[in-house]
């Protein structure tokens, strides 16, 4: 994005970060990755794969995921769609035992500002 620094695209395995989802598109940047930068203050940067129990318990929060918000081109998340999640949420769902699943490969290695390895390992689509 011209202007606008983007920290490093590198995934929490050390390599290059994969796109998250473009339909819907997401990201803090709108971009399909889990870029970041300072600016992202919520830390998008878990790639999660949106389950039913995870968009209510988010909901029961306070964030609703699943409304549709047209006016600021959010379409509503269901369960199947991957999601730049904010690093914190993921883990307060962790915490709960409600976190979803993750693409690690799609993950920013800056979510392990808030997440330990472990974690993530343990909710990983794409370990074999």
Avoid: Q
Wanted: aromatic residues 8%; negative net charge.
């Amino acid at each position: 994005m011209r202007g606008i620094e983007i920290d490093p695209s590198e995934n929490v395995l050390g390599g290059r970060l994969e796109h998250c989802s473009t339909d819907p598109m997401t990201g803090f940047f709108r971009n399909g990755c889990c870029d970041t930068n300072d600016e992202d203050r919520g830390s998008h940067t878990v790639c999660a794969v949106m389950t039913a129990e995870f968009l209510a318990f988010s909901k029961a929060r306070g964030n609703d995921l699943s409304t549709p918000r047209p006016e600021f081109g959010f379409p509503g998340l269901k369960p199947g769609d991957r999601w730049c999640l904010c690093a914190a949420r993921w883990m307060e769902a962790y915490a709960a035992g409600r976190a979803p699943k993750v693409r690690l490969v799609s993950t920013h290695r800056r979510a392990l500002d808030v997440c330990p390895m472990e974690a993530l390992r343990e909710h990983a689509l794409d370990l074999t």
